[in-house]
């Protein structure tokens, strides 16, 4: 199994967008889990915001192998997501593992 880790920093500065966008992410990215084969769990949430500097969103998602999160990267569904999350993002942090 692949563990897939991504941290996101939120573009917007105002607190009611900044909650919007987050919302925007986890809502496009925890849909994926029905949509593509080989991923056996997406999760978003939202830093607490307690320490200034963390990343604002962190996704975690497992796939059963290599080649699905491969597929799970390419798929059209995923990338219409990423395009969302390109706009309202400012830098991200990628990390995957085999658990």
Same mark, same amino acid.
């Given at each position: 199994m692949i563990r897939h880790i991504v941290l996101? +920093?939120?573009?917007?500065?105002?607190?009611?967008? +900044?909650r919007d966008d987050a919302h925007g992410i986890?809502?496009?990215?925890?849909? /994926?889990?029905?949509?593509?084969?080989?991923?056996?769990?997406?999760?978003?949430? +939202?830093? /607490?915001? /307690?320490?200034?500097?963390h990343w604002d969103v962190a996704l975690v998602s497992e796939h059963d192998d290599n080649a699905a999160l491969e597929a799970y990267q390419a798929h059209p569904?995923?990338?219409?997501?990423?395009a969302y999350i390109a706009s309202v993002i400012t830098d991200r942090a990628v990390v995957d593992y085999s658990v």
């Open positions: 996101f +920093r939120l573009a917007a500065t105002d607190d009611a967008q +900044r986890a809502e496009r990215l925890e849909a /994926l889990e029905t949509q593509i084969a080989g991923i056996q769990s997406i999760r978003v949430d +939202r830093d /607490l915001g /307690l320490v200034d500097g569904a995923h990338k219409e997501a990423a």
